[in-house]
Structures are given as structure tokens and as C-alpha cells.
């Protein structure tokens, strides 16, 4: 029973990983909050049950894990660089209204 459970727990942890690479703009808050519950619930199942796996079998959910947390890095990454991208596009919305409004005077 625990095989199965590790095959289905690093299948789920892969699976994670590649439902993170396929947010974009268009679909994040659609599919994050169900990625996020289920970050949540594997780890709460991986810290409960990973003493109970071979040292391969911890290694290959680690390595999962750390997929994770670099997919989940990059998303944050990228939402903040677009954060960015559009503050910086106010900026010069700012910018160009104060200008508009000198040239008038």
C-alpha cells in the first residue's frame, strides 16, 4: 500500500510542478488556489509519512519538492517583474499627463 501511495505522491508532486509552469495571466486565478490546495495537502502528507520511505524514494520527493519551490519561485518572479512592468508604465502615464498639462500654461 505505502508503493503505491509514494508513486502516487511523487506523480502528484510532478504534477504540480507542471500545472505551476502553465500559469499565465489568463488563467492564475483560476487554477492557483486549486494549486496552492494542493501544495498544502502534500505536504502535510509528505511531512506525516516521509520517514516511511526508502532514502531513493525520499530523494526522489525531495528533488520534487525542490521543483516545486523553484516553479513556485518563478511564477512569483515573473508576477513581479509584470508588477513592475506596469508600474513603471503609470509612471510614464504620470509622467506625460504632467507634461500635457505644463504645455497648456
Known amino acids: 500500500m505505502i508503493h503505491l501511495e509514494k508513486n502516487n505522491l511523487i506523480f502528484e508532486l510532478e504534477q504540480i510542478v507542471s500545472a505551476l509552469n502553465t500559469l499565465d495571466e489568463n488563467n492564475f486565478?483560476?487554477?492557483f488556489p486549486e494549486i496552492k490546495r494542493k501544495m498544502c495537502d502534500l505536504h502535510e502528507i509528505t511531512e506525516r509519512t516521509y520517514y516511511l520511505y526508502s532514502e531513493s524514494d525520499q530523494e526522489k520527493i525531495s528533488n520534487a519538492s525542490k521543483?516545486?519551490?523553484e516553479a513556485f519561485d518563478n511564477v512569483l518572479r515573473k508576477w513581479m517583474d509584470r508588477t513592475e512592468e506596469v508600474k513603471n508604465e503609470l509612471d510614464l502615464c504620470m509622467k506625460q499627463k504632467k507634461i500635457l498639462s505644463y504645455k497648456r500654461f
Do not use: N, Y
Open 67 to 69: 521543483l516545486i519551490k
Open 29 to 31: 486565478d483560476e487554477k
